[in-house]
């Protein structure tokens, strides 16, 4: 009878791990799939840029003049009047075209649309103010035995500036984090408002145009950091790093005519051109800057 009870405990435990070894076990997690953010230009960014600013008019533009009975000529309100800045007639004078260069650095804020993550045309749109030095007073050298105490070289509109700014298109192709473009679209500039670098501004009878137009065109390419760059102070994909070059004209002067002083008169200071031996003139510089960008949305 043991023996029998024995045999059926047995057979008992035998069946049970056989059915158990029948279940289903339990299924294992599935793995954690992380996908790699994939890097786009879509997004709003601000940053600051510096380089340097030439000057890049035709070859025709402002080197000084030769006084003659006509020519140079004072910007008054009856129009070009023969003006003796020199004695005698005959005298020449000479500018240096060196201070038609100089530093430039400013600004930017702008928006980039990109239509397809990782590499694709990117669209977008950018606005800069910027400081410009073109040396200040102009440095000359004449032959005349006297020049007109009321006379002031100046060396073209160029020299009288001393901000500019753009508003700007960019349209441009994205190779993952790095961005070729071409940029375009309108300028403006000013000078200093101190009565006498500011005559490249005046029209008539000492009225003042607050700004000169024109347009700029150019291009560049645009580099997305890595967090490890010495450049990246914000350890932060976001951050990128942009060379540029931009050509910018603006409006010729009232007349056309070189711009080669200012003469006192009544108190004011009114313009002096070159008409004698002059051709007509453009007032074109060229900017070449490196910048960097703080861009919002990279991913």
Same mark, same amino acid.
């Given at each position: 009878m043991k023996r029998l009870i024995t045999s059926l405990a047995a057979f008992t435990a035998l069946t049970a791990a056989a059915s158990a070894a029948d279940l289903p076990r339990r299924a294992a997690p599935p793995p954690v799939f992380t996908p790699v953010p994939v890097f786009t230009w879509t997004g709003a960014y601000f940053g600051i840029n510096a380089g340097y600013a030439f000057d890049a008019s035709s070859r025709s533009n402002n080197s000084g003049f030769v006084q003659t009975a006509g020519s140079p000529a004072v910007l008054t309100g009856a129009g070009l009047v023969p003006y003796q800045a020199l004695a005698p007639n005959g005298s020449v004078l000479l500018y240096n075209r060196n201070n038609r260069e100089g530093f430039s650095g400013g600004g930017q804020i702008g928006y980039n649309y990109q239509f397809t993550p990782g590499s694709g045309i990117v669209i977008g749109f950018e606005a800069d +103010?910027?400081? $410009?030095? @073109?040396?200040?007073?102009?440095?000359?050298?004449?032959?005349?035995?006297?020049?007109?105490?009321?006379?002031?070289?100046?060396?073209?509109?160029?020299? !009288?500036?001393? @901000?500019?700014?753009?508003?700007? &298109?960019?349209? &441009?192709?994205?190779?993952?984090?790095?961005?070729?473009?071409?940029?375009?679209?309108?300028?403006?500039?000013?000078? !200093?408002?101190?009565?006498?670098?500011?005559?490249?501004?005046?029209?008539?009878?000492?009225?003042?145009?607050? @700004?000169?137009? &024109?347009?700029?065109?150019?291009?560049? +390419?645009? @580099?997305?950091?890595?967090?490890?760059?010495?450049?990246?102070?914000?350890?932060?994909?976001?951050?990128?790093?942009?060379?540029?070059?931009?050509?910018?004209? $603006?409006?010729?002067?009232?007349?056309?005519?070189?711009?080669?002083?200012?003469?006192?008169?009544? &108190?004011?200071?009114?313009?002096?051109?070159?008409?004698?031996?002059?051709?007509?003139?453009?007032?074109?510089?060229?900017?070449?800057?490196?910048? $960097?960008?703080?861009?919002?949305?990279?991913?």
């Open positions: +103010a910027q400081y $410009l030095d @073109f040396g200040g007073r102009p440095r000359y050298a004449t032959n005349a035995r006297a020049v007109n105490a009321g006379f002031l070289p100046v060396n073209g509109t160029l020299n !009288t500036l001393d @901000f500019f700014g753009t508003v700007r &298109g960019r349209l &441009g192709y994205a190779f993952d984090r790095t961005l070729v473009y071409a940029t375009g679209g309108f300028a403006y500039a000013t000078g !200093t408002d101190d009565g006498t670098r500011n005559i490249a501004f005046q029209n008539f009878a000492g009225r003042r145009d607050d @700004f000169k137009t &024109g347009y700029t065109v150019g291009g560049g +390419a645009e @580099f997305a950091l890595p967090t490890d760059s010495f450049l990246n102070f914000f350890r932060s994909s976001a951050v990128t790093f942009k060379v540029e070059g931009l050509y910018v004209s $603006l409006d010729r002067n009232r007349t056309g005519l070189p711009l080669v002083g200012a003469a006192a008169v009544n &108190g004011a200071f009114l313009p002096v051109y070159a008409v004698s031996g002059s051709n007509r003139n453009t007032n074109d510089f060229a900017v070449v800057r490196a910048g $960097l960008n703080y861009k919002f949305g990279s991913y």
